[in-house]
């Protein structure tokens, strides 16, 4: 059934909500009914048939949890199972929406729509259900990740979905996970599913970013702004500018930091260094950080304020350790990525590395494993990858296994301390020289030394 021949369904206590689906639906659809209070749905459903339904998340301002729009889905999918049923939510219920389409909602949409996008997705709702009334195994095609994310297992599958749906929203999207976990590929794949995708990707590591370099990188700067300001210089937001600006490390910047981007993001305009004048900036942005949410709530450490701005959405990546199979497909993943590098046949991966690698608990997660792999790849004499072959990272292992610092060696005292320290900081070399007090080239140098 094409759109102009179908019934659609309207329910929302919003009259402006109605009016205007009712004016944007009127030339597109065969018939269109609108309707403000949800206790009617029943009556609604018994006495016609509808190709598609749009339903409010929240129908009593008092509350607005958005289990009204939950507990109708339900409702309306005892009656009407083959309906598709579309969500109307707001920015703030973006994680309602998504667990309304575990509950067997179509989609959803994000007041205020682009008009199109909800005219499309209308019609896609009214061919899914031609397809089931028909018996057609067809559905609407899901999308394939052209990244390099990679996982069967089930939590990797439920962030697969989170992405593939929040992605074509602008909602500003938190990642976290520990280091190595694979938060940059997913910022790439959001903005690879998002209307931006045509856009600048632009990242910034805001961690490694100094105060007096913070503002000029982020923002820009006019000829004479400072010393070294030679000539005007367009900042990471101008540059990402109707595409997506990834923030990683965000956890790591400082309060006076966190109090400029905030006003940024607030008012949507830059003013370059050594200017007064605003510019402004139209972007998706996407943050990461090594922080868990209540480390980052710490307001001795990170403004709430900027959280709530940044966090819209969060995506939390698990590790490593806790993606079962996951570590053999990403194993066999990198030993063909590697085998093709170096100009080596395809390698398999014996028993014993199998059971080597599903047993290892892998503190640097996915960087480590790729490390692994690739030493193993370039050290093995046949196309066979066995246990011999894969040896962990020094760092990591041995980190894992410190013992207690009852040695009185100033040496050993130092190399167990260096050990923890990293340990303690996932691998992340900046962080631990920070914590020891030390530069980066100097904890280098005591690694070196100290055959780390």
């Not at 089930?154 to 694979?182: C, H, R, S, W």
Request: include cysteine.
């Amino acid at each position: 059934m094409s759109l102009k021949h179908s019934c659609i369904l309207v329910i929302d206590d919003d009259p402006d909500i109605l009016t205007a689906v009712r004016l944007l639906l009127r030339p597109e659809v065969k018939e269109i009914v609108t309707e403000k209070n949800p206790e009617n749905i029943r009556a609604l459903l018994s006495k016609q048939e509808f190709d598609a339904v749009l339903l409010d998340m929240n129908f009593k301002s008092s509350i607005n949890t958005g289990n009204e729009g939950l507990f109708w889905l339900k409702k309306i999918k005892e009656m009407r199972p083959s309906v598709s049923v579309i969500m109307i939510t707001a920015y703030g219920d973006i994680d309602l929406a998504i667990r309304s389409l575990k509950e067997g909602a179509f989609d959803f949409v994000v007041k205020p729509w682009h008009n199109e996008k909800l005219i499309a997705t209308i019609r896609e709702a009214v061919r899914k259900k031609d397809n089931k009334a028909a018996g057609s195994s067809a559905d609407v095609a899901s999308p394939i990740f052209e990244t390099e994310l990679l996982g069967q297992s089930e939590v990797m599958q439920d962030i697969f979905y989170k992405v593939k749906k929040i992605a074509p929203t602008d909602a500003n999207i938190l990642i976290l996970g520990e280091n190595g976990t694979g938060k940059e590929l997913v910022a790439k794949a959001i903005h690879q599913f998002s209307q931006r995708a045509a856009k600048p990707f632009v990242k910034v590591d805001v961690g490694a970013l100094t105060d007096s370099l913070f503002e000029s990188e982020l923002f820009g700067h006019k000829k004479g702004a400072f010393t070294d300001a030679r000539e005007d210089r367009a900042g990471r937001f101008e540059a990402a500018n109707t595409g997506t600006l990834f923030l990683d490390e965000i956890g790591n910047i400082y309060l006076r930091q966190q109090a400029k981007l905030l006003s940024v993001l607030q008012n949507r305009q830059v003013i370059r260094l050594g200017t007064n004048e605003p510019i402004p900036i139209d972007i998706r942005l996407v943050c990461a950080t090594n922080l868990s949410l209540a480390d980052l709530a710490n307001e001795n450490r990170f403004r709430r304020d900027l959280i709530y701005r940044i966090n819209t959405v969060e995506i939390v990546l698990p590790p490593l350790r806790k993606r079962g199979n996951d570590i053999l497909l990403l194993a066999e993943h990198f030993s063909k990525l590697y085998s093709d590098k170096y100009m080596k046949p395809q390698f398999e991966l014996d028993e014993k590395a199998r059971e080597k690698l599903l047993s290892y608990h892998y503190p640097g997660n996915i960087r480590e494993l790729q490390y692994s792999i690739e030493r193993a790849v370039i050290m093995a004499d046949d196309s066979v990858l066995t246990a011999k072959n894969i040896i962990f990272s020094p760092i990591e292992s041995t980190a894992a296994g410190v013992p207690e610092m009852d040695d009185t060696n100033l040496g050993h005292v130092e190399k167990n301390t260096i050990l923890r320290v990293i340990e303690k900081n996932n691998g992340n070399i900046s962080k631990a020289a920070k914590e020891l007090g030390i530069t980066r080239t100097a904890l280098y140098r005591r690694l070196s030394k100290y055959d780390i």
